[in-house]
């Protein structure tokens, strides 16, 4: 069975920039908390009339232009958000249209924060068992529009973005060496929208939050926090020794962006020198889905990564869903 590679990473961020200052004037917050309790500086915002496969179809055409591919190469895109423009149709159709893909299946995927990692899955064994050549995978987000202003607890930490990479077919044993994924929906309740046209009324789920959107965002910020940490330790180990890597022998880890001190927490468990974590948190704040790409094509473009350097992608978002994979970097 062959393999898949990233041949090629592309990201976008909006130019709109929202800084812990700004938000001192939206709710009763300081710089110094944000700073100190999440590693937040600023987040991105998108203007209005800018929606996620906006932002998805930028990251998909810088990542396809580093591929040397036209669009009408792809035969697959898969696009991880939560925050589609839509209902129905996905979000990876309306990219599909915009970057003029006319050959490619396309589909959404939803898993959080982890709908990149999950997306990739999807896309990886679709090239492994020879149903695709070339696929699009994207997370992107505009969480600003689900994101309750009046929240300090959430608010302060999400923003918008896209990250994307292209997949083409690899040799065994080269490119993504592992994928590993595992959710548990009885977690459901510690971070969960909240759609008064949509979701029916679900008693085990606790209303704290006044309605002041018709969508929009509740987490159990406490709750959520330890179990990041728990299962991104869990999904790391278990991605590794699927791949039958060591730590030791990780050039970089590329974590999900949802709090400095949840990244640091792992690195610590897995005992991994700072050097070796790649963290943008400060600049975007939490993302969900576009953090590990956003990342990846940053990580990529500063020149950090060589032919061969093992990285590993780790992940945890609502669901719960965490994720992990192992990369044998071949690009
Ligand atoms: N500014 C100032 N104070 C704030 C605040 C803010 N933006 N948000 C919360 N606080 C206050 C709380 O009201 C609380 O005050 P109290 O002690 O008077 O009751 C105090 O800070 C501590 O709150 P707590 O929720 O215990 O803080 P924390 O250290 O857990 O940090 C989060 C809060 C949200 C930053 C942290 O829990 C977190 O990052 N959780 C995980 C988030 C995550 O990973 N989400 C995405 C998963 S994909």
């Not at 939803?110 to 990149?116: L, T, V």
């Not at 929208?193 to 910020?221: A, C, Q």
């Not at 948190?281 to 576009?290: D, E, L």
Request: charged content about 20%; glycine content about 8%.
């Amino acid at each position: 069975m062959q393999n898949s590679k990233i041949v090629g990473t592309g990201s976008y961020c909006p130019e709109l920039v929202l800084t812990n200052k700004d938000l001192e004037r939206i709710v009763d917050t300081s710089d110094d908390w944000i700073t100190k309790r999440t590693g937040i500086k600023e987040r991105r915002i998108a203007k209005d009339g800018q929606f996620t496969s906006d932002l998805a179809a930028a990251a998909a055409r810088e990542a396809l232009a580093m591929a040397g591919l036209k669009a009408s190469d792809l035969d697959l895109i898969v696009v991880g958000t939560v925050t589609p423009d839509r209902q129905f149709p996905s979000c990876a159709c309306t990219v599909q249209h915009k970057i003029g893909a006319n050959n490619a299946a396309a589909m959404d995927v939803s898993a959080g924060c982890s709908g990149f990692v999950y997306a990739l899955s999807v896309a990886h064994n679709a090239i492994r068992c020879g149903a695709s050549k070339y696929a699009l995978v994207v997370g992107s987000e505009v969480l600003s529009a689900v994101t309750n202003w009046q929240d300090r607890g959430t608010c302060v930490l999400l923003g918008d973005g896209a990250g994307a990479v292209v997949l083409g077919p690899a040799e065994k044993d080269t490119g993504i060496r592992s994928i590993k994924l595992k959710s548990d929906g009885a977690f459901g309740d510690l971070l969960y929208s909240v759609d008064d046209n949509i979701t029916r009324p679900v008693p085990s789920l606790p209303e704290r939050h006044n309605h002041t959107k018709p969508f929009y965002l509740v987490m159990d910020g406490n709750r959520t926090f330890k179990k990041a940490v728990q299962c991104l330790e869990e999904i790391a180990l278990a991605t590794l020794e699927e791949a039958k890597v060591g730590v030791d022998e990780l050039a970089l880890v590329v974590p999900h962006q949802a709090n400095l001190r949840i990244i640091n927490a792992l690195a610590q468990r897995l005992g991994l020198p700072e050097e070796k974590v790649y963290v943008t948190i400060q600049k975007y704040g939490n993302t969900s889905s576009a953090t590990i790409p956003v990342a990846l094509h940053e990580a990529n473009t500063s020149g950090l990564l060589r032919p061969r350097d093992k990285l590993l992608l780790v992940t945890f978002g609502a669901g719960l869903t965490w994720g992990g994979s192992l990369v044998d970097w071949a690009a």
